[in-house]
């Protein structure tokens, strides 16, 4: 769980997931920022991440997030959606496009958020 659980949480500390895209796009700003901290502070603890990060999957993105922002936002809830163990977690390897667009879902949350 720590090499996504870092990039989770470096997108909390930057500024901290339906699968396949089926999260809302509409979402406010305000219950956005609300999931990405329930997010952040989920910790280490694994039931407690993998339910935060499926409540930021049924609260979606705001409708201003760009393409490569959508992406990263996509790519976290589906490893995390799909992970039954943190060891699933420590086994994913965040690199080339699915890096840039976690990257860009970071500074999209700093932006928001902060």
Known sequence: MRRLALV???LVLVGGL???GGSPDD???DDFCKA?????KAGDDFDKYKDAVD???DTGTPENIDDDARDGFEFLVDEVGDAD???DLDDVDVKG???KATEAFGK???KECQ
């Not at 990405?36 to 952040?40: E, L, Q, R, W």
Request: with cysteine.
């Open 8 to 10: 989770g949480a470096s």
């Open 18 to 20: 339906a699968a396949c």
């Open 27 to 29: 979402a406010s700003k």
């Open 36 to 40: 990405m901290d329930k997010v952040g």
């Open 55 to 57: 409540e930021l999957s």
């Open 85 to 87: 163990s943190e060891k």
């Open 97 to 99: 496009d699915d890096k």
């Open 108 to 110: 999209y949350y700093a």
